[in-house]
C-alpha cells in the first residue's frame, strides 16, 4: 500500500500497485496483494466510494473498483 510522508493512506496509488501487480501475476493470496486490498477495504467511505483528496472521488473510486474486480470477478449470470 501507498502511504504519504505523513503516514495518510491513499487509495488511488494502492488502487494502481493493485492493478500492476495483478497485471503482472500476482494473485490475492500475495501478501502485498492482500495488504493493498485490506488497506482499501478499509479507507472505503461509508457512501462506497474511495477518495483521499479529489472533488468527486469518481476515478478514484473507479481505480480501486477495478483493482477489486481483477481479483473477485462476479460470474456472469445469464436471465432465464
Known sequence: TWRAANNDWDPAPTSLAVTGLTSLGYG???????KGVQ???RLQDPDGRWNKSAITG?????????ALARLYPVANVVPG
Open 28 to 34: 490475492k493470496d500475495d501478501p502485498a496483494i492482500s
Open 39 to 41: 488497506a482499501l477495504l
Open 58 to 66: 469518481f476515478v478514484t473510486t473507479a481505480y480501486a473498483i477495478r
